[in-house]
Protein backbone atom coordinates (compact mmCIF):
# COMPACT_ATOMS: atom_id res chain seq x y z
CA UNK A 1 0.00 0.00 0.00
CA UNK A 2 1.19 3.30 -1.01
CA UNK A 3 1.23 5.67 2.03
CA UNK A 4 -0.25 9.30 1.36
CA UNK A 5 1.27 11.20 3.87
CA UNK A 6 4.26 11.26 5.25
CA UNK A 7 4.67 10.34 9.18
CA UNK A 8 5.47 13.74 10.05
CA UNK A 9 2.25 14.89 8.76
CA UNK A 10 0.37 12.09 10.47
CA UNK A 11 2.21 12.93 13.96
CA UNK A 12 1.78 16.34 13.84
CA UNK A 13 -1.71 16.22 12.57
CA UNK A 14 -2.88 13.66 15.69
CA UNK A 15 -0.63 16.01 17.91
CA UNK A 16 -0.43 19.10 16.87
CA UNK A 17 2.35 21.12 19.39
CA UNK A 18 1.00 24.75 20.42
CA UNK A 19 -2.78 24.57 19.85
CA UNK A 20 -4.52 27.29 21.75
CA UNK A 21 -4.81 31.25 21.67
CA UNK A 22 -2.74 33.88 22.84
CA UNK A 23 -4.09 36.99 24.49
CA UNK A 24 -4.54 39.61 21.07
CA UNK A 25 -4.88 42.68 23.23
CA UNK A 26 -1.64 41.96 24.36
CA UNK A 27 1.29 44.67 23.10
CA UNK A 28 3.30 41.80 23.11
CA UNK A 29 1.30 39.87 20.68
CA UNK A 30 0.72 39.72 17.00
CA UNK A 31 -1.81 37.55 15.46
CA UNK A 32 -1.73 36.48 11.87
CA UNK A 33 -5.71 35.31 10.43
CA UNK A 34 -5.47 33.86 6.83
CA UNK A 35 -7.29 32.06 4.47
CA UNK A 36 -6.51 29.78 1.25
CA UNK A 37 -8.38 30.86 -1.23
CA UNK A 38 -8.51 27.46 -3.02
CA UNK A 39 -10.28 25.23 -0.33
CA UNK A 40 -11.56 28.06 1.98
CA UNK A 41 -9.08 26.73 5.11
CA UNK A 42 -8.84 29.34 7.75
CA UNK A 43 -5.36 29.63 10.48
CA UNK A 44 -5.02 31.64 12.94
CA UNK A 45 -1.34 32.33 14.62
CA UNK A 46 -0.02 34.05 17.05
CA UNK A 47 3.27 35.37 18.13
CA UNK A 48 4.47 36.58 21.98
CA UNK A 49 7.53 38.70 21.25
CA UNK A 50 9.72 39.91 24.10
CA UNK A 51 11.94 43.51 24.13
CA UNK A 52 14.59 42.12 21.94
CA UNK A 53 12.21 41.08 18.82
CA UNK A 54 12.52 37.32 19.96
CA UNK A 55 9.49 34.83 19.19
CA UNK A 56 8.84 33.93 22.86
CA UNK A 57 5.82 31.86 22.59
CA UNK A 58 3.98 30.46 19.30
CA UNK A 59 -0.03 29.50 19.06
CA UNK A 60 -2.16 28.30 16.36
CA UNK A 61 -5.84 27.51 15.42
CA UNK A 62 -6.41 26.11 12.31
CA UNK A 63 -9.20 24.89 10.60
CA UNK A 64 -8.70 23.18 8.00
CA UNK A 65 -7.27 20.15 6.39
CA UNK A 66 -4.98 18.12 7.50
CA UNK A 67 -1.84 19.68 5.66
CA UNK A 68 -2.68 22.86 7.16
CA UNK A 69 -2.98 22.01 10.78
CA UNK A 70 0.32 19.91 10.35
CA UNK A 71 1.81 22.45 8.88
CA UNK A 72 0.95 25.24 11.23
CA UNK A 73 1.83 22.93 13.94
CA UNK A 74 5.40 22.06 12.62
CA UNK A 75 6.14 26.12 12.15
CA UNK A 76 5.13 27.12 15.67
CA UNK A 77 7.76 24.51 16.88
CA UNK A 78 10.39 26.07 14.47
CA UNK A 79 9.98 29.78 14.87
CA UNK A 80 10.08 29.81 18.46
CA UNK A 81 12.80 31.16 19.31
CA UNK A 82 13.94 33.01 16.47
CA UNK A 83 13.77 36.58 15.88
CA UNK A 84 10.97 38.25 13.79
CA UNK A 85 13.09 38.84 10.87
CA UNK A 86 14.38 35.00 10.75
CA UNK A 87 10.63 34.13 11.34
CA UNK A 88 9.53 36.43 7.94
CA UNK A 89 11.58 34.07 5.91
CA UNK A 90 10.57 31.13 6.60
CA UNK A 91 9.17 29.48 3.13
CA UNK A 92 5.85 27.58 2.45
CA UNK A 93 8.66 25.22 0.65
CA UNK A 94 11.13 24.54 3.48
CA UNK A 95 7.25 23.56 5.56
CA UNK A 96 6.15 20.97 2.30
CA UNK A 97 9.88 19.21 2.37
CA UNK A 98 10.47 18.98 5.89
CA UNK A 99 6.53 17.46 6.10
CA UNK A 100 7.06 14.95 2.32
CA UNK A 101 3.82 17.25 1.45
CA UNK A 102 2.64 16.37 -1.94
CA UNK A 103 2.03 19.40 -4.69
CA UNK A 104 -1.25 19.16 -3.91
CA UNK A 105 -1.01 19.84 -0.67
CA UNK A 106 1.25 23.01 -1.50
CA UNK A 107 -1.11 25.62 -0.78
CA UNK A 108 -1.57 24.34 2.85
CA UNK A 109 1.65 25.61 3.80
CA UNK A 110 1.32 28.36 2.31
CA UNK A 111 -1.10 28.89 4.69
CA UNK A 112 1.65 28.83 7.42
CA UNK A 113 3.77 30.94 5.52
CA UNK A 114 1.05 33.66 5.09
CA UNK A 115 0.23 33.49 8.87
CA UNK A 116 3.41 33.87 10.01
CA UNK A 117 3.45 36.87 7.75
CA UNK A 118 0.02 37.99 8.91
CA UNK A 119 1.26 37.57 12.77
CA UNK A 120 4.57 39.54 11.95
CA UNK A 121 2.76 42.67 10.27
CA UNK A 122 0.23 43.15 13.14
CA UNK A 123 2.88 42.65 15.58
CA UNK A 124 4.96 45.51 14.45
CA UNK A 125 1.88 47.44 12.88
CA UNK A 126 0.56 47.04 16.85
CA UNK A 127 3.89 48.05 18.38
CA UNK A 128 4.29 51.70 15.76
CA UNK A 129 0.91 52.56 17.00
CA UNK A 130 1.80 52.04 20.31
CA UNK A 131 5.24 53.92 20.82
CA UNK A 132 3.62 56.82 18.37
CA UNK A 133 0.53 57.13 21.66
CA UNK A 134 3.01 56.93 24.10
CA UNK A 135 3.88 54.89 26.74
CA UNK A 136 3.03 50.49 26.40
CA UNK A 137 -0.31 50.23 28.30
CA UNK A 138 -0.77 46.78 30.40
CA UNK A 139 -2.30 44.31 28.61
CA UNK A 140 -6.27 44.16 28.99
CA UNK A 141 -7.69 41.33 29.22
CA UNK A 142 -9.36 40.01 26.66
CA UNK A 143 -13.35 40.26 25.94
CA UNK A 144 -15.06 37.09 25.57
CA UNK A 145 -17.86 37.51 22.89
CA UNK A 146 -21.11 36.73 23.86
FE1 LIG B 1 -6.83 23.79 2.00
FE2 LIG B 1 -5.23 22.10 2.99
S1 LIG B 1 -6.80 21.68 1.61
S2 LIG B 1 -5.41 24.16 3.51
Redesign the pocket.
Known amino acids: VKRAYHEKVINHYESPRNVGSLNKNDPNVGTGLVG?P??G?VMKLQIMVDDEGIIKDVKFKTF??G??IASSSFVTEHIKGLSLEQAGQVKNTEIAKELSLPPV?L??SM?AEDAIRAAIRDYKTKRSKLTATGPIPEAQPEVAMA
Open positions: AACDGCSAKHCL
